[in-house]
């Protein structure tokens, strides 16, 4: 069993900065790919981005490309979730999750993770 705990959300202005971490505990996450969602109300969780946890390799998603970046700190065991420039349609609860399967191109797709954090609720004023 993995357990993810995101953290650093909050309220922010409009252009401002935010950044998020998933804590991960339990089983090693060596091989696993990790993938920051978000949900709006009303509409579904979209993938924000991702990142292999042994090589690094990252994806971002068109929605906030250019305005984040995702990295990992092995010694913390923990993922982050950096997002400058911030718009208040980014306002969502933000998940990170771990897909035991690793890097590809499934990792787009949120059924393809086992497991999953409680989410961070990001607000952002106009």
């Known amino acids: 069993q993995v357990q993810l705990v995101e953290s650093g959300g909050g309220l922010v202005q409009a252009g401002g900065s935010l950044r998020l971490s998933c804590a991960a505990s339990?089983?090693?996450?060596?091989?696993?790919?990790m993938g920051w969602f978000r949900q709006a109300p009303g509409k579904e969780r979209e993938l924000v981005g991702g990142?292999?946890?042994?090589?690094?390799?990252?994806y971002y998603a068109d929605s906030m490309k250019g305005r984040i970046t995702i990295s990992r700190e092995h010694a913390k065991n923990t993922v982050y979730l950096q997002m400058n420039s911030l718009r208040p349609e980014d306002a969502a609860v933000y998940y990170c999750?771990?897909?035991?399967?690793?890097?590809?191109?499934?990792?787009?797709?949120?059924?393809?993770?086992?497991?999953w954090g409680q989410g961070t609720q990001v607000t952002v004023s106009s």
């Open positions: 990142i292999s946890w042994s090589s690094g390799n990252t």
């Open positions: 999750a771990a897909d035991s399967r690793g890097w590809g191109a499934h990792i787009i797709k949120p059924d393809e993770y086992d497991y």
């Open positions: 339990g089983r090693t996450l060596s091989t696993h790919a």
